[in-house]
């Protein structure tokens, strides 16, 4: 019987979700455990990538267990994992579907703070500016769902089959003091480091180093930019996948996201 497991994760601490030789990941905190629980090797098969740092407030894996237990795997498994992952549902699924290539649309979340905070160090991007220019930046995510071809903003695009992202919406908020940064894209695929690639685009735009003409010059030619540096890993959050038999909304609740009056669309 195949499985699809809905999870949470601050992924501070970790190395990316894939197992990676001698580099602690998610992916293996999970296997280790499910291994332990049901004194077989278990593999399970994530619905993507994130990079190291990167965090998950919303994440699906699938796995094969042939036989039912007779034990709360919820309660289990919750009971052993660190307090950095959660797991939210254990749901039976008919047939043989992917967690990975299955997947319609993912959402991305990624939150900058202006200003020396302790408490969003490990859940946002610091960039101690006295500024943005919001609606320059505005500008440049407007045009995100114009364009399909992300070669420009891809860290490495031969390794790809194409490069090709149906950006179906992206959208930038702010806080009331304008000293927090909300950046939200949703697509049906992603390339390596494009939404931090993309992110630290739009910084540039913001401090005016960059103007909104020559992001569009990238989208336009495919031209990967001479200065491809993507911006801080832990203001990323992988926030909702969605399926054509599976969509349910995010659990984990973290600091501001689900506060619609806090976040102000900039227009």
Request: net charge neutral; proline share 6%.
């Amino acid at each position: 019987m195949r499985y699809f497991v809905h999870i949470g994760y601050k992924g501070t601490n970790y190395f990316g979700w894939q197992r990676q030789p001698d580099k602690l990941s998610v992916q293996e905190i999970l296997e280790d455990n499910l291994s332990k629980i049901f004194k077989i090797p278990i593999t399970i098969f994530g619905c993507g990538r994130t990079d190291a740092g990167v965090h998950a407030s919303q994440y699906f894996f699938h796995m094969d267990i042939e036989k039912p237990w007779n034990f709360d795997l919820f309660f289990r498994l919750n009971r052993i994992l660190p307090d950095d992952i959660a797991l939210f549902d254990i749901i039976p699924v008919e047939g043989q579907p992917h967690a990975r290539y299955d997947a319609i649309q993912r959402s991305y979340d990624f939150f900058i703070h202006t200003y020396k905070d302790p408490f969003l160090s490990q859940s946002s991007s610091l960039y101690l500016r006295k500024s943005f220019d919001l609606h320059e930046m505005k500008k440049a995510v407007d045009l995100l769902p114009k364009y399909e071809d992300y070669r420009a903003f891809c860290k490495s695009p031969d390794k790809n089959e194409h490069t090709i992202c149906r950006v179906s919406s992206a959208g930038l908020y702010t806080n009331i003091g304008g000293d927090r940064i909300r950046f939200q894209i949703s697509s049906n695929r992603f390339l390596g480091r494009m939404i931090r690639i993309i992110v630290r685009k739009l910084i540039e735009i913001g401090d005016g180093t960059l103007s909104v003409d020559e992001f569009e010059s990238h989208l336009i030619s495919r031209n990967i930019p001479s200065k491809i540096l993507p911006a801080h890993p832990q203001g990323l959050f992988l926030s909702k996948v969605s399926y054509p038999f599976l969509d349910i909304e995010p659990k984990a609740k973290f600091p501001a996201t689900e506060d619609s009056e806090y976040w102000n669309k900039v227009v």
